[in-house]
């Protein structure tokens, strides 16, 4: 059974930075597609963004692209998402999520084409 847990959340000023890491157990990660999504208050599930096996195709929502950078570190089970000049907006909590797809390079931002999620990391950023 794959097991995901996250980390890196906390509380951030506006303009900040945090980097959130999720590591993965259980499976075979480097054949994981792996994504980012966020839910805000009382908002649905979000895309926020994805990285395929090799990590050299990367796909970001548009309100996060120059802001944030999704990696992996295939021998280290491990997927970050570096968050720069954070924005109030960006409050929620975050889901690291592997993806069932096998297609490597239309990568998926549908969140029922995930079947394994972490926890959830609380990302709060004051104005």
């Known amino acids: 059974q794959v097991q995901l847990v996250e980390s890196g959340g906390g509380l951030v000023q506006a303009g900040g930075s945090l980097r959130l890491s999720c590591v993965v157990s259980g499976g075979s990660f480097g054949n994981y597609v792996m994504g980012w999504f966020r839910q805000a208050p009382g908002k649905d599930l979000k895309f926020v963004a994805v990285i395929n096996r090799g990590a050299h195709i990367t796909l970001y929502e548009d309100s996060v692209k120059g802001r944030f950078t999704i990696s992996r570190a295939n021998l280290e089970n491990t997927v970050s998402l570096q968050m720069n000049n954070l924005k109030p907006e960006d409050t929620a909590v975050y889901y690291c999520?592997?993806?069932?797809?096998?297609?490597?390079?239309?990568?998926?931002?549908?969140?029922?084409?995930?079947?394994?999620w972490g926890q959830g990391t609380q990302v709060t950023v004051s104005s």
């Open positions: 999520a592997k993806s069932y797809s096998i297609d490597d390079y239309l990568l998926t931002t549908d969140p029922g084409e995930f079947d394994s």
